[in-house]
């Protein structure tokens, strides 16, 4: 082999590195995720950008970030050390990986995912599937995780986002506060204690433009997980702008009412997101496939319950 093909060769332990260095955004970070030193780190990345005659990462006192040249480099290799990784676990266990590791958020993974995981099992039953509760975005290569359902926009970095569906929302309250408060359009949902998810501070404030109205309404309490919210519904602590998808058991059963009856389309979307750089799995393209029919199907449904 010549020295121009050595050059073309670097080591994996040097691309490894700065993979982990491109996705931690530091060298400290890099050397613990990879069990090295900070100086380690650093000798490595020197001697691969001695090695391709070009720098790859820039320095300064926040971190570290890619050069255009290092982005693209890493956008790569990326790909490359995914691919080493499936033929090694192949070579070892001498299958293919049927393993899909998945992200949910906890109510949309319990209310509207989970019981239609039983079609997806029967028609394949020779993939695993696992499943870790996440909220918001997280590092995919660090957890571990394949995909994750995301609910929010399509703004995942280094990830590709496959829009889902939509949600409608609506006040909602307990029958015995509806009762108590006299609710005959939006300016009296702004005397009463609102409540909301924290991941969607501005959920109200689009709502009462909706309406034309101007206003920037302050939560009387917020909570991380929509269960909670309604379970403070239910509770009589206020009223909350729910999907209404999400709710429809506590709809259907009265523990829940509709407070005023004017629906939005949500400013948050459903998707599917995967990490890039990483060949698509064949567990991955068939969930993939058996969820966005699933959507398809559901999409075609009656309308939300009144």
């Known amino acids: ?51 391709l005659g070009t720098a790859l990462c820039l320095r300064n006192g926040r971190g570290v970030t890619l050069t255009a040249r290092g982005e693209a480099y890493h956008r790569s290799i990326q790909q490359a050390l995914s691919i080493i990784r499936a033929a090694s676990l192949e ?51 660090a957890e571990g995780i394949d995909a994750a359902i995301h609910i929010g926009g399509p703004n995942w970095p280094r990830a ?29 949902l702004l005397r009463l204690p609102l409540i909301q998810m924290k991941s969607r501070p501005l959920a109200w404030g689009h709502w009462f433009e909706s309406l034309g109205l101007e206003v920037n309404p302050s939560a009387a309490m917020g909570f991380e997980q929509f269960m909670a919210v309604a379970q403070a519904c239910i509770a009589g602590l206020g009223v909350a702008l729910m999907p209404l998808f999400l709710i429809r058991p506590e709809l259907q059963s009265g523990q829940l009412v509709v ?48």
């Not at 020295?3 to 955004?25: F, N």
């Not at 020779?126 to 590092?139: S, Y």
Request: some cysteine.
């Open 91 to 141: 070579a070892m266990t001498g299958a293919q990986d049927n393993k899909l590791d998945l992200a949910i958020p906890p109510t949309f993974g319990t209310r509207w995912l989970l019981p239609r995981i039983p079609r997806f099992v029967a028609a394949y039953p020779q993939i695993t599937l696992n499943f870790a509760t996440r909220i918001g975005q997280f590092d995919f290569e």
């Open 259 to 306: 407070a005023l009856d004017h629906r939005v389309k949500s400013q948050s979307h459903y998707y599917l997101v995967a990490p890039d750089g990483r060949p698509r799995s064949m567990p991955l393209k068939a969930f993939s496939d058996w969820l966005l029919q699933e959507v398809a199907d559901f999409s075609g449904r009656s309308p939300e319950p009144e």
């Open 160 to 188: 590709t986002a496959t829009f889902l569906m939509d949600e409608t929302v609506a006040p909602v309250c307990s029958p015995e506060f509806l009762k108590r408060h006299a609710i005959a359009g939006p300016a009296d």
């Open 1 to 51: 082999m010549d020295l121009l093909q050595r050059r073309l060769l670097p080591s994996i332990a040097s691309l490894v590195t700065l993979d982990a260095v491109a996705r931690r955004g530091s060298f400290s970070a890099a050397a613990q995720e990879l069990n090295l030193t900070q100086g380690a780190i650093s000798r490595q990345i020197a001697a691969l950008e001695e090695q």
